[in-house]
């Protein structure tokens, strides 16, 4: 739990029974561990290192082109259903930490996107339902390994190296956030703003993307779904604009807060 410039530790007071922020979710936990803040250690902010916000999800779900200023960007047509494609946990780093560019690239690219939790399991989940399935709200970078991505039709490989996909910093619960849909998405890349768009220019909402993938899997509590990034991507810039060592790139969100991460050479 975030107060201020201070993090209380909520898992050294619960940490028999709810080790991690997925395991408090899995067990329908959050305001009993939420109740416990008071005896709960106080830590500087500068003084911790991040993880990803969820560090061993059942699985990352990322749903591609879905703004029309990325589908429009990039050349592809409209489709009747979401473009769905999967991360590795593995794959996957915290708020502060470098983004690492792969020693087989130099075509590294940043994805701001909202990132929803899933709080609850289901299949077949109704639209009108989707919203009792969200546990919170946080932030992604899908970082892309370009020319990798483009080796097949299929995004998987670039999409996949080893900490390129940052989540985080924090979970803020739907009752905090409110309604998305005028809040604006916003990503940096050393301070200059590369992308810029409102939640509800998304071409498929939320529940849409629940009701579609809950069609073809179980979502599970602490499942992760990064909802789509908007036009602006490096790639499609003349000339490109791929991420280099020293870059800093920040996702932010209205009412949520930011994604900070640095970019670093595979070592």
């Known amino acids: ?7 209380l530790d909520l898992g050294s007071v619960l940490r028999d029974r709810y080790p991690d922020l997925k395991s408090a ?3 329908g936990a959050l305001q009993q561990v939420g109740e416990s803040a008071s005896e709960a250690p106080r830590h500087k902010l500068s003084a911790i290192t991040w993880l990803p916000l969820i560090p061993n999800p059942d ?3 990322c749903i591609g082109l879905n703004y029309e200023t990325h589908r429009k960007e990039t050349g592809r047509t409209e489709v009747e259903n979401p473009t769905v494609f999967a991360r590795h946990a593995n794959s996957q780093i915290g708020h502060l930490a470098n983004i690492i560019r792969p020693r087989v690239s130099q075509d590294l690219d940043f994805e701001g996107e909202v990132a ?6 289901g299949r077949y989940i109704s639209r009108d339902a989707a919203w009792d399935h969200i546990a919170g709200y946080s932030l992604y970078n899908d970082g892309s390994v370009r020319d990798f991505q483009r080796h097949t039709h299929q995004f998987h490989p670039g999409k996949n190296f080893p900490n390129t996909g940052a989540l985080g910093p924090w979970m803020v619960t739907p009752d ?3 309604d998305l849909g005028k809040l604006r998405l916003q990503t940096r890349v050393n301070g200059q703003v590369v992308q810029d768009a409102l939640i509800e220019q998304m071409i498929f909402d939320i529940p849409r993307q629940i009701e579609y993938c809950s069609t073809f899997t179980r979502l599970e509590p602490g499942d992760v779904i990064a909802t789509g990034t908007p036009g602006g991507v490096g790639a499609k810039r003349n000339p490109p604009l791929w991420l280099k060592p020293g870059d800093t790139v ?5 009412r949520l807060g930011v994604l900070r991460n640095g970019v670093a050479d595979e070592g």
């Open 1 to 7: 739990m975030i107060e201020g410039d201070e993090v």
């Open 25 to 27: 979710i899995v067990a």
């Open 59 to 61: 699985k990352i779900l």
């Open 116 to 121: 929803v939790i899933i709080g609850k399991p």
């Open 176 to 178: 905090e956030l409110g």
């Open 250 to 254: 920040e996702v932010e969100l209205d």
